[in-house]
């Protein structure tokens, strides 16, 4: 291609097509509305000379050896010099030859640049530049150079040269897409444009060679980009890490929803609590709820109202006859006289009359009539009840009829009185009682007291109330239970209960002395006279035919310790009128044993 004349400007030298950059910005090539964008600035290469060049003179490029205002030269090349002109033996423009070697010299390591218009031929120095040895980058000779001769470069044909084949400034090859090293790319040839690069001559790879600044990133963060595997990999990883942590959430989530939940029953309103289903209502028969089940069909409430007041009671029914068996201090508010109401466990009432009654064994009969269905209670014997062994108490304590209570049996054969508010002793009752723990208060008199087996084995009587410390009936002492109850044993209760059913009486057993009630000595000592004035030992009784004299002290019997008189007499109507007793007697120091057949007496 022919140069066109460039515009002179004064002083010979070519004058710029565009004003001076003040700030040191090359040109961006012919003038016109479409001027490109600023390229990405590259190092400029710096020739052996050291000399910056800029372009091709007349295009308002300085001149050789005059570097722009504000840039620094280059690091390494050979400086273009205006049009390309082909050097000696050169082919034409767009032809692609090597260029010959100096004699005597080593051929350079990269492609001799073209030599255009003002380029000084090869081996002749710019003017004014001393010889440089060969330079890698900066001037600094490298190991095992040769040095070339002057003007020849080491790296290769500067871009500068290669662009200014095609009549154009060195930044016109980024133009076409490429680097300006594009252009000297092309096996050390005199060749502009990206597209007819290829590797430099000597095996020095350029590092600008495939650098594109229109088509890399934005960003370079020096990273290794990511296969597709790599990234379907970190997909799944970071797929399986955030359902980890929406199951923790969501398992924290549920546990505190659950807890509350938990706490506060739900969410609503209504509460549900978890009960027990149905179960058979049979127990085992030895347990209360058993003997509760099995003895209180025959167990009554007995309210009696009379001329003397008015009384609340237990009793139990003996027979299919009506028969029923409850203590006297109950009944005895009614007199004969009296009115007697017993309601059965399943509500039934019916009306009762006094069949027979003993004060000294606090025990009564009554009997109603015209019911049916009676289901009475089978006895026990009480000479086979043992201390520990279970018991249960049925009554109507305060009223509340059918009240079951439990217990053992705390003691054997404790001697109580109870009554003697009349004061003449007629109403004392005397009872070798069986002691219980069982609950028994006001209301639960004449109730009975059974075994393991449901089996009546005594009737509650008496408590020992706090109130006043003294033994006393239920009634009397109205602080409730203290956990001190009496029962008659029903060996005593069957055989008063029999005599008064058949006979309207109970018959008492007696020895025939009058005990002195006054003496506080240990034993039970005989009076010396009775209280009508007779003597103490009653004549032809069972003490006189024994040889029992006044003043003698009984402190057994049959072995058992005898410790005060009504101890003696609870001894003596523990047995039936005929058995046969040994006493202890101390007679003026001595002591002798004496038998005895017990006698009768005549009860209320």
């Known amino acids: 291609m022919a140069d066109s004349a460039a515009p002179q400007a004064t002083g010979g030298r070519p004058r710029p097509l565009h004003d001076p950059d003040p700030y040191g910005t090359p040109p961006y090539g012919e003038p016109g509305p479409w001027a490109l964008a600023p390229p990405v600035q590259h190092p400029m290469a710096t020739p052996a000379q050291g000399t910056p060049t800029y372009g091709t003179p007349g295009h308002g490029t300085p001149t050789p050896g005059t570097p722009v205002p504000g840039t620094q030269p280059p690091a390494h090349g050979t400086p273009p010099q205006g049009h390309s002109t082909p050097a000696q033996g050169a082919p034409a423009h ?47 000779p490298m190991q095992g150079d040769t040095p070339t001769p002057q003007g020849t470069p080491v790296h ?20 076409h897409g490429g680097s300006a090293y594009d252009a000297a790319a092309h096996g050390g040839h005199a060749h502009a444009g990206h597209a007819h690069g290829g590797p430099q001559e000597g095996g020095h790879p350029d590092p600008w060679r495939r650098y594109d600044p229109w088509g890399a990133p934005l960003q370079q963060s020096g990273a290794a980009v990511q296969t597709q595997a790599q990234r379907r990999r970190r997909g799944r990883k ?13 398992g924290g989530i549920g546990g505190v929803v659950g807890a509350h939940l938990e706490r506060e029953g739900g969410l609503g309103s209504n509460v549900e609590l978890p009960q027990a289903g149905s179960e058979t209502e049979k127990r085992p028969k030895d347990s209360v709820a058993g003997i509760a089940a099995s003895a209180l069909p025959g167990v009554v409430t007995l309210h009696v109202r009379g001329d003397d007041g008015a009384g609340t009671g237990t009793g139990f029914v003996l027979d299919g006859k009506g028969h029923i068996l409850t203590n006297n201090h109950v009944v005895e508010p009614g007199g004969r006289g009296g009115d007697i109401s017993v309601t059965f466990s399943g509500g039934e009432t019916a ?99 059974v075994d393991s087996r449901a089996r009546v084995i005594g009737i509650n009587s008496a408590i020992r109330s706090a109130d006043n410390g003294s033994g006393s009936a239920p009634e009397s002492g109205r602080s409730g239970s203290i956990g001190l109850g009496f029962a008659i044993p029903i060996n005593q209760g069957k055989r008063v209960a029999e005599e008064l059913i058949n006979t309207g009486r109970a018959t008492h057993p007696v020895i025939g002395v009058t005990i002195d009630k006054q003496y506080t000595g240990d034993g039970a000592r005989i009076a010396q006279k009775s209280q009508s004035g007779g003597p103490a030992v009653n004549r032809g009784g069972p003490g006189d035919k024994a040889g029992l004299k006044a003043g003698d002290v009984i402190t057994a019997v049959d072995a058992q310790p005898v410790h005060s008189g009504d101890e003696l007499i609870v001894k003596v109507r523990a047995h039936r009128p005929g058995d046969r007793l040994e006493l202890t007697v101390e007679r003026d120091g001595d002591e002798r044993k004496v038998t005895l057949v017990l006698g009768t007496a005549g009860g209320e």
């Open 94 to 140: 767009g032809a692609h030859a090597p260029a010959p070697a100096t004699p005597g010299t080593q051929p350079p390591a990269h492609a001799t640049p073209p030599q255009g218009h003002g380029t000084p031929a090869p081996g002749t120095p710019a003017p004014g530049i001393p010889p440089q040895p060969s330079t890698t980058h900066g001037g600094t």
């Open 156 to 175: 290769g044909t500067p871009p500068q040269q290669a662009a200014a084949a095609h009549g154009g400034s060195a930044y016109d090859a980024a133009a």
């Open 238 to 250: 970071v797929l399986v890490l955030g359902a980890a942590v929406v199951a923790l959430v969501a």
């Open 351 to 449: 009306s009762a009359k006094v069949v027979g009654r003993d004060a000294g064994y606090d025990l009564a009969v009554v009997k109603v009539s015209g019911v049916r269905g009676l289901k009475p209670l089978p006895l026990g014997n009480s000479e086979n009840v043992q201390v520990g062994d279970p018991v249960v108490a049925i009554g109507a304590p305060f009223d509340l009829a059918n009240t079951v209570t439990s217990g053992i049996i705390s003691a054997k054969e404790r001697p109580i009185t109870a009554g003697g508010e009349k004061g003449d002793g007629s109403d004392v009752s005397y009872v070798n009682a069986l002691q219980t723990d069982a609950p028994i208060n006001p209301g639960n008199s004449g109730g009975p007291l």
